[in-house]
């Protein structure tokens, strides 16, 4: 069962594709795998094991009648509970849609079951995806299996939490301002966060609808890529959709050839604030691909640094009216429906008792930067200055071919220690926000453990809009040089869960 | 009740006029007649069991995305073309955000500052004269839900049990024209607004964008009256009327809505900003929603669409598909029929005319067509409160009509009563004929024995016209026509009268 679980995605596919292991097997280790180690971890909200065994058999018929199948076929993956798969609750974290199951299924979802995936079930977040730390789950955090102490990022901390805990062999998450992209580097896993309109939003309950990007989550770059291929591509359902060709990122995952590609460092993600143990290793690891080919230029964004506060108004703005319709009229949570109160009423009552505080607090902040005569100081001024930040990557790009800083300031904090300090907080996704703004496409890499404290490291690249297969390339190039050099994954290093325990 | 009756002033709506000149400004909200909705794929039937068209995009369900109908913004752009707007080269559409039940998303997606259409201009012809209106803009947005209160008396949301809510109308793509500030009318205000309507209404239907069913919502009215002491001054503080759904209720709350006002200000009163809705039975507005207090509906542009760029060449190809005008097709039409100017007038003023064209197309002569639709319709649909065209006889029927008394199956009596059986759904004319046996007899064999008879009963008046009195012989043919049930042609019991006293 170990050798199952901790087996790369490639591998087992290609396992069951032989019939050297069944999906069933594969399955039932990964169910097995949630039922010891998850009362601790937290990283599932919901867990679907009949359908996920009922599905893994179709697969093994399928191929023992010798159909074809997808490069993934049989392969467990973990969904973030943001997605509807009808007949499975969705519930976002939050309490306002406990007890929802919605009655269709996300695209990014349908085209994991199209491809013979196994969905094993529906992964922890932040409530509504707003947090760094799946600290703002109503159902409780999700713990890091590098320190069970420890958050695992957010909000995505559920699905980059059950690669490193062994629990899915892949999982889905969304990035709205980093939250793939975090977490992978507060577990040591790989999270890709698409081209805006390279996956389909249809489905994706929103958080902020110019933002949310759904993207692949794995233990290394190579099932990355087979998984971003298996859900990237246009979607008439979702009219920001891109209808271009796929990048080829699995060739470019395979090639891991950075000889002759320029690096920009970007000289305003690091310094003051960062980590020495995150400085450190992003800096070696920097070296590294200079020392495969590759040449490294220093690169500014000026922009960069007003990207924080342009965030934290256009997603409020946006949010505030993307959970309007949560008001108990329909679906989820209904409050105060005492046949006295007026619908206002109920409303009310349900919004105040279903939502979370930092759901309330972006709310109100969103609702007034929309208001009538503060639009153009908050909202308008904040879309202006996020074209500039678009500006600073095109301009960059002319010069470089991706753009690399690390993918957090810090390593994973201890649960509880930023909770009540929201500033902070929003702190970690200085790295990872500028991405979201502009619409470009960008990852996160493991980079080693920080000296200090013995936790993951990130590095994040960026590429421009629809050149995620460069991302792959240096992700790719990075993961070869530093398991040679550690004589292994990084994923290696997570210490054994039972001993935790 | 109504705010006339406890105003102390109680104005006629001559002196109102006489005091102030009334502005208006009219908001039509047409539901376009695409097979689908604006967003989703969902049927736009009317009249389907509640919530059977619907699914997770106009439900407003998590993680459901709009996608844009292309045959709506075609309809939007040629109604725009139709109005003579500019059409934008790039529009976006924004979400206005408010709470209400029957809004599943508790925001609509509208337009807000960029709408498809706008700065355009139409005409309308109102006894002889052509008035032309300014149009602000004509933008494209989606129809909410349909709230249903149950338990309370009238109906409203005030004093309901419980509300239920249908959501088949939900995303329903909606273009709502927007007219510029409607001046220099004076007296005839309200007669230009339905005039405006009215031609609003033909243009859609000859543009084939919508069915333009006021009762069924399909074309909605808002009415915003203000007035001021003369034609320099300043705008007077404005009322928007809601739920003003045919053109007959159109003409009469803005009417209602000019003399209120003109109460409220002649007792040195102050007009409230305010939404006011119209009462069809008892013909006033009440009271609804103070605007002094605005919602802030915190527009922005709809992040989950893309903005909408229409190709010239495309607009210009539409441009190429528009109707004849409505006032080139006016002085087409009635130069064809010949009316006199007063005929003219009392058929523009009735909303005949698309009738009356229709009428004549299946056959009709255009004088036997104006007839009916002004006599015999017109009283029936004045009866019922309803717009000519909603009376519940078609052109086809009329001109079938016609045609029975033009060939002599019955007399312009019976027509009538034909009139009466097709409104009452018995049928074709032919049918409804046949049903109440109304044919005239035109079987001189039972003419001849009720004639006989006639006689019989009225020896005086037979022997007054053997005498040479042939004047007489109305009460005999009266006394015949009787014993028929009308169903008799008149001419022919005269002609068999004077045959047997001769």
Request: net charge negative.
């Amino acid at each position: 069962m170990t050798e199952i679980i901790r087996a790369s995605a490639a591998e087992l596919a290609a396992k069951i594709k032989s019939r050297e292991l069944s999906s069933v097997e594969v399955t039932r280790a990964h169910l097995d795998r949630i039922a010891s180690v998850d009362t601790e971890i937290h990283a599932f909200l919901y867990v679907d094991s009949e359908r996920a065994l009922a599905i893994a058999a179709r697969v093994d018929a399928k191929i023992s009648r010798g159909e074809a199948v997808g490069p993934l076929a049989g392969v467990p993956v973990a969904l973030k509970d943001v997605f509807t798969y009808a007949g499975a609750p969705t519930t976002c974290g939050s309490k306002i849609l406990e007890g929802w199951i919605p009655p269709y299924t996300a695209t990014v979802a349908q085209r994991l079951l199209d491809a013979d995936l196994v969905i094993l079930g529906k992964t922890n977040m932040d409530e509504f995806a707003m947090g760094s730390s799946t600290e703002n789950s109503a159902y409780g955090p999700t713990r890091n299996p590098w320190s069970l102490d420890r958050i695992p990022g957010g909000s995505g901390g559920g699905s980059a939490a059950s690669l490193a805990a062994f629990e899915a062999a892949l999982a889905i998450g969304t990035d709205t301002g980093g939250s793939i992209r975090q977490p992978a580097a507060m577990t040591g896993t790989v999270g890709v966060k698409p081209t805006y309109g390279g996956t389909s939003r249809y489905g994706l309950v929103a958080l902020a609808s110019s933002l949310d990007q759904p993207g692949p989550c794995a233990r290394n770059v190579g099932d990355a890529a087979l998984l971003h291929a298996v859900i990237a591509g246009h979607d008439p359902l979702d009219s920001t959709s891109i209808d271009a060709p796929v990048p080829d990122v699995v060739g470019a995952a395979r090639s891991a050839d950075v000889a002759g590609m320029k690096i920009g460092v970007v000289s305003e993600l690091g310094g003051e604030g960062y980590a020495p143990g995150v400085e450190q290793r992003f800096t070696e690891s920097v070296e590294l691909l200079a020392s495969l080919g590759a040449e490294i230029i220093e690169v500014s964004c000026p922009h960069f640094v007003f990207a924080l506060p342009v965030y934290y108004l256009i997603l409020p703005a946006e949010s505030s009216s993307n959970l309007a319709r949560f008001d108990g009229m329909r679906y989820g949570l209904r409050v105060g429906d005492d046949g006295e109160g007026s619908a206002e009423q109920v409303m009310a009552a349900t919004r105040e008792a279903g939502f979370g505080a930092e759901v309330k607090r972006r709310i109100i902040i969103g609702t007034y930067a929309l208001s009538s005569g503060y639009y153009e100081a908050y909202y308008g001024q904040a879309q202006k200055v996020r074209s500039l930040i678009a500006r600073d990557f095109d301009r960059a790009f002319e010069v470089v071919d991706v753009l690399v800083s690390p993918s957090a300031p810090g390593t994973a904090f201890k649960i509880g220690e930023k909770v009540d300090d929201p500033l902070a907080m929003y702190k970690n996704d200085l790295c990872t926000i500028p991405s979201n703004l502009a619409g470009n496409t960008s990852a996160s890499f493991p980079a080693g453990l920080a000296p200090e404290d013995g936790l993951p490291v990130g590095l994040q690249v960026m590429a421009p809009p629809l050149a995620d297969d460069r991302l792959y390339r240096v992700g790719a190039a990075l993961e070869q040089a530093l398991t040679s050099k550690w004589d292994g994954q990084l994923l290696d290093q997570v210490p054994e869960l039972a001993v935790l325990l | 009740m109504t705010d006339l009756a406890k105003g102390v002033t109680v104005l006629s709506y001559e002196a109102a006029v006489a005091s102030f000149d009334p502005v208006l400004g009219l908001e039509v909200h047409v539901e376009l007649n695409t097979a689908s909705k604006m967003f989703c794929g969902c049927s736009t039937a009317f009249g389907a069991e509640p919530n059977t068209q619907v699914c997770p995009v106009c439900l407003g369900l998590p993680g459901s995305l709009p996608v844009v109908n292309a045959r709506a913004v075609e309809s939007a752009i040629r109604i725009g073309l139709a109005l003579n707007c500019s059409i934008a080269q790039w529009c976006r559409f924004s979400r206005k955000n408010y709470f209400y039940p029957d809004m599943p998303k508790n925001y609509q997606i509208s337009q807000y500052d960029e709408p498809i259409a706008h700065d355009g201009w139409t005409e309308v012809v109102l006894d002889g004269e052509t008035y032309r209106i300014g149009i602000e803009r004509a933008h494209m947005e989606e129809d909410t839900g349909k709230s249903m209160h149950v338990g309370g008396a009238t109906g409203r949301i005030h004093g309901a049990a419980y509300s239920l809510l249908d959501y088949n109308r939900s995303g329903v793509p909606l273009i709502e024209i927007v007219t510029k500030p409607i001046e220099g009318t004076g007296a005839k205000a309200p007669e230009v607004a339905r005039a405006y309507v009215s031609m609003l209404r033909d243009l859609l239907r000859a543009l084939d964008v919508s069915n333009v069913r006021m009762e069924q919502g399909s074309l909605r009215c808002d009415a915003n009256v203000s007035l001021r002491r003369a034609p320099t001054d300043p705008y007077g503080t404005r009322s928007e009327t809601k739920n003003v759904n045919s053109l007959r209720s159109v003409e009469r709350a803005i009417r209602y809505e000019i003399t209120r006002q003109a109460a409220v200000l002649s007792d040195g009163g102050r007009v409230v900003q305010e939404t006011r809705h119209w009462h069809e039975d008892s013909g006033v507005t009440t009271a609804g929603r103070s605007k002094e207090t605005a919602e802030d509906y915190r527009y922005f542009p709809e992040p989950d669409l893309v903005p909408i760029a229409p190709s010239r060449e495309w607009v210009e190809e539409l441009r190429g598909t528009l109707p004849e005008p409505p006032a080139a097709r006016l002085h087409r039409v009635t130069g064809e029929w010949g009316f006199t100017d007063l005929e003219l007038r009392d058929v523009i003023n009735a909303g005949a005319l698309n009738a009356i064209e229709a009428t004549v197309a299946a056959g009709a002569s255009p004088q036997a067509a104006r007839k009916w639709w002004l006599t015999e319709v017109a009283r029936r649909a004045n009866e019922a409160g309803l717009d000519l065209e909603d009376a519940g006889v078609t052109p086809q029927q009329v001109a079938e009509i016609q045609s029975l008394v033009e060939n002599g199956t019955i007399n312009d009596r019976l027509a009538r009563q034909v009139f009466d059986g097709v409104i009452d759904g018995e049928g074709t004319p032919a049918e409804v004929v046949k049903r109440r046996g109304l044919a005239v007899v035109s079987d001189d064999g039972a003419l001849r024995e009720a004639v006989d008879a006639a006689i019989a009963a009225n020896p005086e008046v037979a022997d007054k016209i053997r005498a040479g009195k042939v004047q007489a012989a109305g009460a005999l043919i009266g006394a015949v026509m009787k014993s028929m049930r009308g169903q008799a042609d008149a001419g022919r019991v005269r002609e068999l009268v004077l045959e047997r006293l001769s």
